[in-house]
């Protein structure tokens, strides 16, 4: 049964930090690419970044320079490193597995958690 556990979030000044974490269970979690979605107030949920079963790692545009996506195999825990957050970051962020299936990512499982609120507001 996938779990995907996800904290970390908050309210924060526009310029400050936050670091999101994601507990996973049920999965084969060093096998898998992980990623960072995040949903604002009536837009679709979006793929913020992934980063692939050897660390290699990609970011949208939006977040570039801002964020970073790591991960600990030993923890089955990947993490969300956010910097100079901006209003326009104000969203639930979720983790989930990704596949690639030739023309973008999909996730993998059927699931997603709770996810996490982050508020950048001042």
């Known amino acids: 049964q996938v779990q995907l556990v996800e904290s970390g979030g908050g309210l924060v000044q526009p310029g400050g930090s936050l670091r999101l974490s994601c507990a996973a269970s049920?999965?084969?979690?060093?096998?898998?690419?992980m990623a960072w979605y995040r949903q604002a107030p009536g837009k679709q949920r979006e793929l913020v970044a992934h980063?692939?079963?050897?660390?290699?790692?990609n970011y949208t545009d939006a977040v570039k320079g801002r964020f970073t996506i790591s991960r600990d195999n030993a923890k089955d825990t990947v993490y969300l490193q956010m910097n100079s957050l901006k209003p326009e970051d104000t969203a639930v962020y979720y983790c989930?597995?990704?596949?690639?299936?030739?023309?973008?990512?999909?996730?993998?499982?059927?699931?997603w958690g709770q996810g996490t609120q982050v508020t950048v507001s001042s």
């Open positions: 049920g999965i084969i979690f060093s096998a898998n690419v």
């Open positions: 989930n597995a990704v596949r690639w299936t030739g023309s973008s990512w999909q996730v993998r499982y059927d699931y």
């Open positions: 980063i692939t079963r050897g660390s290699n790692t």
